[in-house]
């Protein structure tokens, strides 16, 4: 079993909507990411988290510590915000991220 | 620009010639980390550097590769005998270890197609 899943694996959404992506972690950490990957390859940092919850624009990230579960928002979701999202965790105080595999989400206009 | 920046950000290559890959840190990190990512999967790690030194191997990392970060600046990934298999995207982060969470910061990654 990975450290790290995540869902769903897909998701389409129609333009407007809220979208949740989930991500459940079997370890101890000190940190979670959620990254946002276009094509083309750049990852990009949402969001480094390492309890409660966090807001930037229409993007809102939260974790619970004692589930070991962290969900990524999107509120009034654009086509923009299409894109691969992904949840990495840091073990311990280990330097090195875990990562999911990632949610593939495709908003339509 | 100051962000993490690769070269190249593809390289097309024939299985069994060797590649060389480099990556640019933000100026003031002194941590860097190379990770792999495979088509549909999340990135992996393969080794990280404490200034110059290398301090984390992943087994994932084989004899065929090495990796350099000789004066604690930039790195090279250099990958021997290139397989089908190391066909991938390999991304580079670098980190400062004062930061209160030692956030990492992603280049663009390199593109690696084996023919």
């Known amino acids: 079993k990975n450290e790290v899943e995540q869902s769903p694996q897909n998701l389409t959404a129609q333009e407007g909507e809220f979208i949740t992506i989930n991500c459940s972690y079997s370890?101890?950490?000190?940190?979670l990411h959620w990254l946002q990957q276009h094509p083309g390859g750049g990852i990009v940092s949402l969001f480094m988290?390492?309890?409660g919850k966090k807001k930037h624009g229409r993007l809102i990230a939260t974790i619970n510590i004692q589930e070991k579960h962290s969900s990524l928002h999107i509120t009034a979701s654009h086509p923009r915000d299409s894109a691969v999202y992904i949840c990495?965790?840091?073990?311990?105080?280990?330097?090195?991220?875990?990562f999911g595999a990632g949610t593939i989400l495709r908003v339509k206009s | 620009d100051t962000g993490v920046s690769q070269d190249p950000r593809h390289k097309i290559t024939k299985r069994g010639q060797n590649v060389t890959f480099r990556c640019d840190p933000i100026?003031?990190?002194?941590?860097l980390y190379w990770y792999r990512q495979t088509l549909g999967q999340g990135p992996e790690f393969l080794t990280y550097?404490?200034?110059?030194?290398?301090?984390?191997k992943s087994r994932l990392l084989s004899d065929r590769f090495s990796a350099e970060r000789p004066k604690g600046s930039f790195s090279t990934l250099e990958i021997q005998r290139t397989e089908q298999g190391d066909s991938a995207m390999y991304l580079c982060?670098?980190?400062?270890?004062?930061?209160?969470?030692?956030?990492?910061?992603f280049g663009p990654g390199t593109r690696l197609t084996v023919l």
């Open positions: 982060a670098s980190s400062f270890d004062k930061s209160t969470y030692n956030e990492q910061f």
């Open positions: 370890v101890g950490i000190s940190a």
């Open positions: 988290l390492s309890s």
């Open positions: 990495a965790v840091r073990k311990g105080y280990g330097n090195k991220l875990v």
């Open positions: 100026s003031e990190h002194n941590r």
């Open positions: 550097f404490q200034n110059e030194a290398q301090l984390e």
